[in-house]
């Protein structure tokens, strides 16, 4: 009788925890997808908040190579007013690789620090919001790269309807050359559910690359988007081309998160390719 007692009461609290993840899932804080692109945005998660950028699947031509992306990932934690942390990677799949040539590599693998200077529109306040991210570029794996570094500042302004945000950035790449990275995302009213997007780049690191992607982001809920996007790169000697798609999830890490007023945009952070 009474482990029959005690099972019940096993299961009542099992049920009671899932309840629970429901209910924090259904009050999350907004978050609005912004995931396909390269460079980034003026806001972060709010303090105690948790946002997941994944790509499940997505294809790339780079030259004479092909891959899959399974998974590309960034996850972004709130840990102070203002202030996130950032840790992303990517895992590169080769269609064709030759026999002896590395099947996987793990890439563009990086840890961050992200921070807002100034609260402005983005935060729902009067004038451009401008951010700064400090990075660590981690080594890759299936190559001898080493160790590099970053730092970014980002400008956003928005509009009723358009929003566009604009990067600057430096680097010394794990290949330890010096480069620079520029970005101007530009996006359809923020009020819609399904709103085009596109974006233009241009990073150097001996030799310049250009870039273009066009998409679509869908906000399916408060704290739900989807995300597809077609992207187009021509370097010195290669062409790319890449088609992107996922999702952006955000929710609070406990029921007593609040919000730090630096209303999260979402965005799959730029990070050098070399």
């Excluded at 002896?100 to 451009?128: E, M, N």
Aim: hydrophobic residues 40%.
């Amino acid at each position: 009788m009474r482990l029959l007692i005690l099972l019940r009461l096993k299961a009542l609290r099992q049920k009671s925890a899932v309840l629970q993840l429901v209910v924090l899932l259904l009050i999350a804080p907004p978050a609005f997808a912004y995931r396909p692109f390269d460079s980034t945005d003026a806001s972060v998660a709010g303090r105690g908040e948790l946002e997941l950028e994944c790509g499940p699947v997505g294809y790339l031509v780079d030259g004479e190579e092909r891959f899959l992306i399974t998974p590309a990932a960034v996850l972004n934690v709130g840990v102070y007013e203002g202030w996130e942390i950032v840790v992303e990677g990517k895992n590169f799949v080769a269609v064709d690789s030759g026999p002896h040539q590395p099947h996987a590599s793990f890439r563009d693998a990086a840890f961050s620090v992200k921070g807002v200077l100034r609260q402005g529109a983005l935060q729902d306040q009067a004038g451009p919001s401008v951010a700064v991210e400090v990075g660590l570029l981690l080594p890759e794996t299936g190559g001898g790269s080493s160790v590099g570094s970053s730092v970014a500042g980002i400008v956003s302004q928005r509009w009723k309807d358009m929003t566009v945000h604009v990067n600057g950035a430096f680097f010394w790449s794990r290949d330890h050359q010096a480069g620079q990275f520029g970005g101007l995302i530009v996006e359809g009213p923020n009020r819609w559910r399904v709103r085009p997007v596109g974006e233009v780049t241009i990073e150097h690191e001996d030799g310049s690359g250009v870039a273009a992607l066009g998409g679509l982001i869908w906000r399916l809920g408060g704290n739900l988007s989807f995300d597809a996007a077609w992207r187009f790169e021509r370097s010195v000697d290669v062409t790319g081309r890449e088609l992107r798609a996922g999702f952006t999830w955000a929710f609070p890490l406990t029921s007593s998160t609040g919000s730090n007023g630096a209303t999260r945009t979402g965005r799959q952070g730029w990070r050098p390719r070399v």
